[in-house]
Structures are given as C-alpha cells and as structure tokens.
C-alpha cells in the first residue's frame, strides 16, 4: 500500500503506542486475576496482532496470546513470537487445516469443525486442543447448554482433538453481564462433564475484561482459572461501565492528525440539503461564526464516534472518509495550519485506526 514518507517516516496521520504502559497495565491485571488463580491471555486483536503488544504483554506475566485473526497470530510468529497461540474466533470449516498447523489451541462450537479439526491433525501427526464455547446468554459463540452433554458425548469420540476446557464470553454482543450466577453455572457444567466422561478440563475460561470487578470483589467462583483480556490492557477499562480500572493507564495510545485548512465559517451550511456521503442527513446547531479546522483523519482510518480530542475545547463535528471537522473556536491555543492534534481513542476506535493502512503505528518507550 502507498503512503507518503519522508526520510523513511510517515508523516501524519499516526497513533502512538506506548509499550512500557501496556506491560505495566498488563501487570496490574495479571497480578489481579493472581489472587483468584486466574491466568490470564492476552488479546491483542484490537492491534491487529502487533507484535511489541504482545511481547509487552508477555513481559507483564500473560500465560499465551489470543487472537481472533489468523493473519495476526502469524504476524506475531514472524516477528519471532514463541509463546502459546489460541485462536479466540471460531475456525471456519475451509482453513482447519492453518488452525491445527498455526495455533496451538482454539476455541469451538461446531461438530462438523472438531471433525475437521480432528482429521486434520491427524493428518499432521499432531493433537489439537480445544475450548469449547458455551453460550451463557451473551447470543453470541457457543454451545447451547441444553446441547452441551450431547456435543461433549459426540466431540470425545474425535482423537485427533483435546477438549482442555470450557469457556464463555459475556458482555461483548448483548452486553450480558457476568455474574456470580452465570459463571457458577459455567462451573457446574464443566463439573457435569468432567464427572459424566472422566476427563480433567484444565481451562475453565470464564472472563474477559468485563468481569474485573466480580473478580476484585471476591465472587468468582474458585474454578474459573482462565481470562482473555483485551481492553483492560489496553486502554485499561473494565468493560461494563468501561471506568478507568485503579492503577492502570488509559492512554497508551494517542492518536494524531495535522491541520489542513482553518477556516472562519459558519456553523450551519448554506443552501437546501440532501444526504451527505454516507447517506445520512444530518442536523447541525446554529452557532454563530466558528472557526473550524480540518485535520487529515476520516472515516476510512476510525471511528470518529470512538476519538476524543485530548484539547477539551475543541469539538469534533463531523468527518468523511479523508477529513475530520473540528470547532476550534475555544481551543486554549491558537490552532493552525500544520499543527499536529491530539486524540484519544476508544477500543472500536484502535481497532480501526490499527487497522487502517493510511496511519503509521509509532511504538514508543520500548
Ligand atoms: C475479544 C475477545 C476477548 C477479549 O475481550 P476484552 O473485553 O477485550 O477483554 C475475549 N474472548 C473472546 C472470545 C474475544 O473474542
């Protein structure tokens, strides 16, 4: 992909990424889940597998890394990543074949794809490990629990697989919360399995960075030992009322545009009107003369719901795919052609601008 460098360095947009507060957010977490005996994955999927991510958080104590991306987790392995890899999104049918070869553990709710999985380590000499996904009511991954004692009875026949726990995943489709209920219903299922087909289950993969404050609290139940943990290490939130988590950093990432054009203009647009770009009509408030500055992000590189500029004087007023339109008007210091602003991102946000070709990622105190 083209983009434009001087001396070897994109210029504008790019996004900093602080290495040193991803290490110490991910110790903090680590050593959280530690008085609960919980070992802890780090999910890097929202940096699109970067590979200094994951070794950050590898220093700060994570067990293996996760991600839901084939592509990420070898990215990660090319950049010489030698921890455990657990592919966190369900294998399609079509690439079994990469999931047994390049990841060391995966996490499933389909018979069709164990038996897959299952030839296809056999085929490579190997033994596949999974995590079966039960669906706790969150309607997104997983085995219905009424299905579960049938899939496990037909999943265990398939010897080219290990079935090494059971997980879940709440608060992410329908932002159902987890609780000492619903994990200890968890518990019980993986005690009826390991009961009705005399097998140990090594992970009981209950939490993600949303059950951080079930944990703190002391109702996680004993046998949940497992977590996946993205955004808490990252952008260091708990996700479910997504509050700054004590001792953790919440900007390890900072987002950067330059100034394009500053204009006095007013606040409301002249003549009738249709859709915009994105086939939106939107409603602007009268305000007078503003001046207004256009920086060189869009819609193509985040979500412009997801950025916060880190000046709270000055307000986003809409973008498209290439510029972002901000009232500068009260900015504390005068804003100017070149000037380089500031924005923190949430973690729809990182995903995208992480995503995004057109922005430079910049790793910093490493
Ligand atoms: C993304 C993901 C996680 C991480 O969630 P966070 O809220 O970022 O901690 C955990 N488990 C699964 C299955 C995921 O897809």
Redesign the pocket.
């Known amino acids: 992909m083209f983009r434009y460098f001087v001396n070897g360095i994109a210029v504008t947009p790019y996004i900093t990424i602080d290495i040193d507060k991803i290490e110490h957010n991910t110790r903090q977490i680590v050593s959280l889940c530690a008085t609960r005996e919980i070992k802890v994955s780090g999910?890097t999927?929202?940096t699109c597998g970067y590979p200094q991510v994951a070794n950050a958080m590898l220093r700060g104590g994570v067990i293996s890394i996760?991600d839901?991306r084939f592509e990420n987790i070898i990215r990660m392995k090319n950049a010489g990543i030698t921890c455990d890899f657990m592919l966190?999104?369900l294998p399609p049918l079509s690439a079994v074949e990469t999931t047994v070869q390049a990841m060391d553990i995966s996490?499933n709710s389909e018979l069709d794809v164990l038996e897959a999985l299952s030839k296809a380590a056999h085929k490579h000499t190997k033994q596949h490990k999974v995590i079966l996904?039960v669906d706790l009511g969150d309607l997104r991954?997983g085995i219905w629990i009424d299905e579960l004692i049938p899939f496990v009875q037909q999943a265990i026949r398939l010897t080219g697989i290990k079935i090494v726990g059971l997980?879940t995943?709440l608060?992410?489709f329908s932002g159902v919360v987890p609780s000492e209920d619903n994990m200890t219903k968890l518990v019980q299922l993986v005690e009826q399995i390991e009961a009705t087909f005399n097998l140990h289950l090594d992970y009981v993969s209950g939490a993600?960075?949303?059950a951080l404050q079930l944990i703190s609290s002391g109702q996680m139940p004993a046998r949940i030992n497992h977590a996946?943990?993205?955004?808490?290490i990252?952008l260091g939130r708990e996700?479910i009322k997504r509050k700054a988590w004590p001792n953790t950093f919440q900007d390890a990432f900072t987002l950067y545009g330059e100034v394009l054009e500053v204009k006095d203009k007013p606040s409301l647009p002249v003549g009738s009107r249709g859709q915009d770009a994105f086939g939106q009509e939107s409603t602007f408030a009268d305000r007078g003369k503003i001046r207004r500055a256009l920086v060189n992000i869009g819609r193509e590189d985040v979500v412009i719901d997801g950025i916060t500029p880190l000046e709270k004087r000055i307000q986003i007023i809409g973008a498209s795919s290439g510029y972002l339109a901000l009232d500068v008007t009260n900015a504390n210091k005068t804003v100017s052609v070149g000037d380089q602003l500031a924005f923190s991102v949430n973690?729809s946000a990182l995903l995208a601008v992480m995503t995004s070709e057109y922005v430079e990622k910049r790793p910093i105190n490493y």
Not at 228 to 232: L, S, V
Request: proline share 0%; with cysteine.
């Open positions: 999910v999927k929202a996760a839901s966190l999104r996490v996904m991954e997980g995943n608060a992410c993600n960075s949303s996946r943990i993205g955004e808490a990252l996700t973690y």
